[in-house]
């Protein structure tokens, strides 16, 4: 399609392009400079409401108004994050707010119709853009994907996107993806309504604009089935419903935004234009909470993670070989061929392997739609006792049983087999990467890649520089971790590395208290109320008691004649086997109905933490993470550490406690 520029005064845009086709069509293609994504950050705001007011003007001399991207991957990525923190003041968040607001509805209230074509993420404002748009075209590559991530960063949707997303999907499912910030495919997406007509690829995307302009398509009119849910007294009886499920998920004290969200869809739901206007006066308060920033430094945090492998890096992880088809050495296996990459199994036992295997069926059905994709997975994760694939492997990593000499002869006898080039890893828990490396050749080959259990719910992944570990080595590791979505963080070979370090004080003082004869319901009870997600007897029996024995051990000293000890000498290692301290059904632990006092609750939960922090700082001191930061990203991505909270280190200072730990802070005193 042959394009001639009409724009005028437009010709100085840096984030879009904007043209005038032949057929008196105007584009408007969103490039951010110097970007790899589009953001829609104030400089692409500000030049995308001087292209509405040029339309605007124009109207009369156009047949339509598409709004592309000019990038090959994604739409919007969203709002731009990084100029959050600039609107430090609810007066400055609702004037940002609302400009953004008025500039939208006149995008809607166009006398010309308009398009907006999807390919890649569309979220956030992306998509509270495209849905002030009169018809969306999205294609259907897997890629492609439609949500509102907002309440992960502490808000809902505030560019009248709650307004708008629930006229089109309806109340049940546009408040579903709000209040659970999932990612929707294309195909969904249209079930649902945010998208009106799906394409096969990307090069049609442009056509079927094109197509859909000149015959000036529109969305359907609200079904009155989605009306209904919206009216009194229906609204009442489902916002208490949304209410229920959210609490047994996300604390109102700790996570305020999916609660307000629901308050305006229970008040305002019922007139939408009412709901537009009370959505910036509840946004504005959530935008510069507390939760808010916290929740926005651990996506920076995140962020800083990403970019730990080094860029240019030429050497790719394709065959990954695991030693030990235990529930973890399988898990690893299992999520590596869900992240498209062939993996090899091996094991003693022939049939550990195979029930390794099997027990991967789950993951696989979660992550592949169709059974021809589910059965290119299975093919992908094979079965070789024998290490007949060690020798084409990418990456070797043994996650055997925590006993040193076993690991020394596992590790002696690969050295040799290895190609030039590929990684030799460790998931050892708790033994130091030099230890292992006696006796080796080449001991700078091996470093640890320790994964945290479950693998396929655990974002992080310890990469443990030994001593005498090489630089390139490390380096590879890294990338192999974000080769598999995960955050690596490059830890110091020290007992316990970072994760099991900083928790082993944490759960022994609660072992201490237990032992002290405090319940262990209220012990749980008053580290959720902190936000943990569990508490630290419950997590005892969700690790293994043996397992916590043993990392107990090496970090504290003996356990003798602790309840500890005791159940692990009478098998009862916690959710594995049925009995810990708690009892297990169905994967979840019984517990008696409590109650307790909210203000004890909230006492015993910061003491409870406070040896968690304690060591935190310890491990900054000593470097076994290059950063504070790093150190407050590892805790919170491999412990569940208050994700509102900012992170350990983080918490103690904005709560005042300065930087130091606690027992220094004391004797200093």
Known sequence: MQETSKAGDLSDLHDWRFDVDTEEIAWAIFDREGESANSLGKR???????????????????AGLIIKSGKAKGFIVGADIREFDELDTEAKVKEAVSQVNGMLDRLETLKIPTVCAIHGNCLGGGLELALACDYRIA???????????????????????TARAIRRAGAVAAMQAMLTGRMIR????????????????????????????????????????????????????????????????????????????????????????????????????????????????????SEQMKGLTPKGLEWKPLRVHVIGAGVMGADIAGWCVASGMQATLQDLSSEQIEKGIKAQAKLFKRKFRTPAARAAA?????????????????????????????????????????????????????????????????????IGIHFFNPVAKMPLVEVIRGQASDQAQIDKGCAFVTAISKFPLVVKSVPGFLVNRVLAPYMFEAFKRLEAGTP??????????????????????????????????????????SQLAAKVAAGE???????????????????????????????????LVEPLIDEAARCRDEGVVESADLIDAGVIFGTGFAPFRGGPLHYRQSAGGGDKPAATKAAAE
């Open 573 to 607: 290692l916690g959710k594995k086997s049925g009995e810990g301290f708690y009892t297990w059904k169905d994967g979840k632990p019984e517990r008696p109905e409590a109650t307790f006092d909210a203000a004890e609750m909230e006492q015993l939960g910061r003491e």
């Open 139 to 161: 294609t259907r590559s897997d890629s492609t994907r439609v949500g509102f991530p907002e309440v992960k960063l502490g808000l809902f949707p505030g560019f009248n996107g």
């Open 44 to 62: 692409p705001l500000e030049e995308l409401g001087r292209i509405v007011e040029h339309v605007e003007a124009n109207a009369g001399n156009l």
């Open 378 to 446: 299975e093919a992908r994760l094979i079965a070789d006792p024998d290490g007949l694939h060690v020798p084409r492997a990418d990456i070797v990593i043994e996650a055997v049983v925590e006993k040193l000499e076993v690991k020394r002869q596992i590790f002696r006898d690969l050295e040799s087999k290895l190609k030039p080039g590929a990684v030799m890893a460790t998931n050892t828990s708790s033994i130091m990467i030099e230890e292992i490396a006696e006796g080796l050749d080449d001991p700078s080959r091996l």
């Open 520 to 561: 262990k319901e209220k012990l749980d009870e008053a580290a959720v109320t902190f936000g943990m997600p569990m508490g630290p007897i419950e997590l005892a029996d969700t690790v293994g008691l043996d397992v916590c024995q043993h990392v107990g051990e090496i970090l504290k000293g003996s356990t003798e004649g």
């Open 186 to 301: 294309a195909s969904a997406a249209r079930a649902m309504g945010l998208v009106d007509e799906l394409v096969s690829s990307p090069e049609r995307l442009r056509w079927a604009a094109r197509k859909a302009e000149l015959q000036k398509r529109r969305s359907k009119p609200e079904a009155m089935t989605k009306r209904v849910m919206r009216q009194w007294p229906s609204r009442g009886l489902l916002a208490k419903k949304m209410r229920t499920e959210t609490a047994k998920k996300v604390r109102e004290a700790h996570y305020p935004a999916p609660y307000r969200l629901i308050d305006l869809f229970e008040q305002y739901g019922g007139d939408l234009d009412r709901m537009k206007r009370a959505e910036t006066e509840a946004f504005a308060p959530l935008m510069v909470s507390d939760t808010a920033r916290n929740l926005r430094r651990v996506f920076a945090l």
